[in-house]
């Protein structure tokens, strides 16, 4: 996914998050919630996987810093199921493509281990 993409989803599951849980008004983030997008906008921007880089739940690095990774965590766990209810489009084309990669490293792994033997 494009890094914008990703950036904005990201910030509007953030958001989200923030209006129902902090009461922050609509467009606004709390300190910590801007933090937090802060944070997940540059470790995105420097990301070596650029443009090819599988969600962070697929991904074999873990680059956020376990306190920020639980925090993104609450966030998507809260946001996630709300955001079919908020942006359906958004929501569905991120489940398909996570299916979609989930079934890629699948069949690569399938792939490496016929090779192995």
Same mark, same amino acid.
């Given at each position: 996914m494009e890094k914008e993409k990703e950036v904005e989803v990201v910030g509007l599951m953030i958001?989200?998050?923030?209006?129902? @849980?902090?009461?922050?008004?609509k467009g606004t983030l709390? +300190?910590?919630?801007?933090?937090?997008?802060?944070y997940a906008a540059f470790r995105r921007s420097v990301c070596p996987h650029g443009d090819k880089k599988p969600f962070c739940s697929n991904c074999p690095i873990h680059c956020y810093k376990p306190d920020?990774?639980? @925090?993104?965590?609450?966030?998507?766990?809260?946001?996630? +199921?709300r955001m079919l209810l908020h942006h359906p489009i958004i929501a569905c084309s991120h489940l398909i493509e996570t299916k979609r990669e989930k079934r890629k490293l699948k069949n690569k792994a399938k792939k490496e281990a016929s090779n192995v033997r």
């Open positions: 958001s989200l998050y923030c209006r129902k @849980k902090h009461g922050s008004k709390c +300190p910590d919630c801007q933090a937090l997008l802060d920020m990774k639980e @925090k993104i965590r609450a966030v998507m766990r809260f946001s996630g +199921p």
